[in-house]
């Protein structure tokens, strides 16, 4: 039985399908639904071509998907199906990553046993070293020294 068809706007279509605008902007484009452009005064428009709701809906039952429903079900399993191989993938380099990791930080930790002991505080000649600079055979302190000095008298 051939149902009469309806021209329904963008937003109507959007509607009955429950679906949202842009979903049935891409449907179109992608020729899953039937719709042409409709001249208005106002410019053009277009229509969606959706068969009239019958009288009685077709019975749905969950187990017998749409052959659409379907496609979409085997489209996101070969997704997930991708998608759990490249996670497999992502924990073998972690796994890797970190055996790496623990393998630097025993040497790390060894070669700072083999080191001898040092104070991590600088003496005060090296302090002073690393705020002097040399001009000209002349030894003088840098503008930030000078700065602090001069607050230090203020």
């Known amino acids: 039985m051939d149902h009469p068809s309806e021209q329904l706007t963008i937003q109507e279509a959007a509607a009955r399908l429950g679906v949202s605008v842009v979903t049935v902007r891409r449907r179109l484009k992608a020729g899953h639904l039937n719709g042409m ?3 208005t005064p106002q410019g053009y428009e277009w229509r969606v071509c959706l068969e009239a709701p019958s ?6 039952e969950p187990s017998s998907p749409s052959a659409q429903s379907s496609g979409e079900i085997m489209a996101l399993r070969g997704t ?3 998608l759990e191989r490249e996670l497999a993938g992502r924990n073998q380099e972690v796994e890797r990553l ?3 990791l623990s393998r ?3 040497i790390v930790r060894a070669m700072q046993l083999a080191l001898p002991a040092t104070s991590t505080q600088p003496t005060a000649q090296e302090q ?4 002097r600079r040399v001009v000209d055979d002349q030894v003088t302190d840098g503008w930030w020294s000078r700065m602090i000095n001069r607050l230090r008298i203020a």
């Open 98 to 100: 970190t055996s790496l």
């Open 80 to 82: 997930i199906e991708v």
């Open 37 to 39: 452009k409709v001249e």
């Open 55 to 60: 009288e009685d809906p077709p019975p749905t």
């Open 128 to 131: 002073s070293m690393t705020t």
């Open 104 to 106: 630097e930080q025993e």
